[in-house]
């Protein structure tokens, strides 16, 4: 009879892991191992009792699978029912142990089906012998298309099973406080209670010195991913999503264990540095061709202008927030009270990441046909359709003369309007005077900084690159218009020994003379070389000599103020640029503004006392100026 019964109980306990109650399956094989062990003088019950123990084994097979499930979809129900199982196998410090060494083969095996996925995807055929490779021999053959959604779907993965091990620290923090409470209720049971606050203490160890563990690992994979591709030849704006994933990625590893990520740190930043000397070397050809197709004609901007208006400056103003990317977001934005981990405890995930939309923002930024706003267009327009203040005899169609010979046609209404709204233009005093040159230097500060916030380690580099620029247009605005050969003795003509020292280290850092390189020159110099840039020329339609056009004043004096007011913003930026800036660099920043304020002034004044002669010497002009 007691046969039958054991026998029964034994097909029981089979079904019952398939239902996932697998502390019933235990106590049931328990309770019958506990009977058999009664009649174990039977052969019969010896092997039904060795039958168990094959039983009991299979079960702990199973629940450990089911541990594993936890890795990457936390489930309360399910781990409780795990938990309760292993504690009534006496193994609760047993289960800990496994489920760490699960949460690390959940992040191998995470990123390579992810990149796999992708590198498969790309290929076009289900060939296995990506398979059969190592993870990092898998980064290689990622393409350029694929990596931004391949990295992105990376990092999603691995949320999940940072996630996970969060919400599993959450489980035994109340477990463990329910138990507390349990107990100061009810202290009958003191060995009980001690073996049950070793185990708690166990487990707790281990769940904190598993955090830093987790993330390691998780930087590792991340690392190995980064480095797997060269990025120098990405698009700017794909550059920064993958600066925002990163920076996203960092922020969780500091909440998750409070570090500062220098293994995450080191592999972009030596990926950014790559990047941005292609990205600034291409920005400075640019540079160049922009000034060498410059007229120096006014931009008509608004005289409300400011540079935090533009696109490239937005994230100067925007407040920080999980879900605008970390590349929009200030450097001295104030860090939100909930975690992400608070945030996404239940759902969603930080890595979707809002992509940069600019069709959604619009720049108020330049006057409409020279003026503010188009109600002030239409109402000068209505002022130019007004004949009051135009004399009578400029009205009629003709004008007699005294000799009373050869008609002459009146001055047309579009003549007038035309000086009408030239007076209009010369009325706006408070404009800033800049060219169209001057505002794409502006926008690519703004890049430069945007890419700053995000990845501060480089700062130093950046903001090198940034004086690289000003020192750029700066050389470009003295040599169009301040240089004279007749006058030169030293290669750059200058009285002022600042402004001598200036011009001649830029053009010793920064400019290409265009010699023909030595055959027999060094690797290092070529290399050198190709960290210069041509020097700029003045372009054709940009006329200098001539009297008529008055030397070039207007040009003159749009260029001058044009660098007065790209000076007047690098100050503007002076503080966040000092933010961002580490301790050990800011005597540059330091020596940067210190350099390029006087500068300024003294091409200004060459350039003024440069025009200054000819204007005078030239009769008609003399007459013009009287």
Request: glycine share 4%; with cysteine; hydrophobic share 35%.
């Amino acid at each position: 009879m007691l046969c039958c019964a054991v026998t029964s109980d034994e097909l029981s306990i089979v079904f019952y892991p398939k239902e996932e109650d697998y502390p019933g399956a235990i106590q049931l094989c328990l309770e019958c191992q506990k009977a058999a062990s009664t009649f174990k003088h039977y052969s019969c019950i010896s092997e039904l009792n060795s039958k168990l123990q094959d039983t009991l084994e299979q079960i702990e097979e199973q629940l450990d699978v089911a541990l594993s499930k936890i890795c990457k979809n936390f489930d309360i129900n399910h781990y409780t029912k795990v938990q309760q199982a292993y504690r009534l196998l006496g193994k609760t410090q047993t289960a800990m142990d496994q489920l760490h060494m699960h949460f690390t083969q959940a992040i191998h095996n995470t990123v390579f089906q992810v990149v796999l996925g992708y590198v498969e995807l790309c290929a076009g055929n289900t060939d296995t012998k990506f398979q059969k490779l190592q993870y990092k021999d898998l980064c290689t053959h990622i393409t350029s298309d694929s990596y931004i959604p391949c990295l992105a779907d990376l990092c999603k993965a691995l949320w999940e099973v940072m996630l996970s091990y969060y919400r599993t620290m959450q489980w035994h923090e109340n477990h463990d406080q329910d138990e507390a409470a349990v107990v100061s209720s009810d202290g009958n049971n003191v060995i009980g209670t001690e073996e049950n606050c070793f185990d708690r203490n166990y487990v707790k160890k281990k769940l904190e010195h598993g955090l830093s563990r987790i993330w390691q690992d998780v930087q590792l994979k991340v690392k190995t991913y980064l480095l797997g591709t060269d990025l120098s030849n990405f698009k700017y704006d794909d550059f920064i999503f993958v600066l925002d994933v990163i920076s996203r990625l960092m922020q969780v590893g500091e909440e998750f264990c409070g570090s500062k990520s220098e293994v995450l740190q080191e592999s972009i930043r030596k990926q950014s540095v790559n990047y941005f000397k292609t990205y600034h070397r291409t920005r400075l050809e640019e540079l160049r061709m922009f000034l060498e197709n410059e007229t120096w004609e006014l931009c008509p901007v608004k005289s409300s202008f400011n540079i935090l208006q533009l696109h490239e400056f937005k994230f100067m103003e925007q407040s920080r927030s999980p879900s605008v990317s970390p590349s929009k977001q200030p450097a001295s934005a104030i860090s939100a009270t909930v975690t992400l981990f608070e945030q996404y405890c239940n759902g969603g995930n930080p890595f979707e990441i809002q992509a940069d939309s600019k069709d959604d923002e619009t720049e108020d930024v330049l006057a409409s046909n020279g003026y503010e706003s188009d109600e002030q267009e239409k109402s000068a327009y209505q002022e130019y359709d007004s004949d009051s203040d135009v004399p009578e005899e400029l009205k009629r169609d003709y004008v007699d003369e005294q000799t009373g010979d050869a008609p002459i046609k009146s001055v047309s209404r579009e003549t007038l309007r035309s000086r009408k709204r030239s007076d209009y233009n010369l009325n706006k005093v408070n404009a800033p005077i800049l060219t169209n040159t001057t505002l794409n230097v502006i926008r690519l500060v703004g890049k430069y900084m945007q890419m700053m916030n995000i990845l501060k380690p480089i700062a130093f580099d950046v903001i090198h690159f940034m004086s690289q620029l000003f020192d750029y247009y700066l050389y470009a605005v003295y040599t169009f218009f301040g240089r004279n050969d007749t006058f030169e003795s030293t290669g750059l003509g200058l009285s002022s020994s600042r402004l001598r020292t200036t011009l001649n280290r830029i053009q010793e850092s920064l400019i290409d003379l265009e010699v023909s390189a030595d055959p027999s020159g060094t690797l290092t110099a070529a290399e050198e070389r190709k960290e210069k840039v041509p020097s700029p020329h003045l372009s054709h339609l940009v006329v200098l000599t001539s009297g008529n056009l008055l030397y070039g004043l207007a040009e003159r004096v749009v260029a001058t103020e044009s660098l007065v007011f790209l000076a007047e913003q690098f100050e503007f930026l002076q503080p966040h640029l000092d933010a961002v800036m580490p301790a050990a660099k800011k005597p540059f920043l330091q020596q940067f503004y210190s350099q390029y304020q006087l500068p300024v002034n003294y091409v200004n004044q060459f350039i003024g006392l440069l025009l200054l002669k000819p204007l005078i010497m030239n009769k008609c002009c003399f007459s013009w100026l009287m």
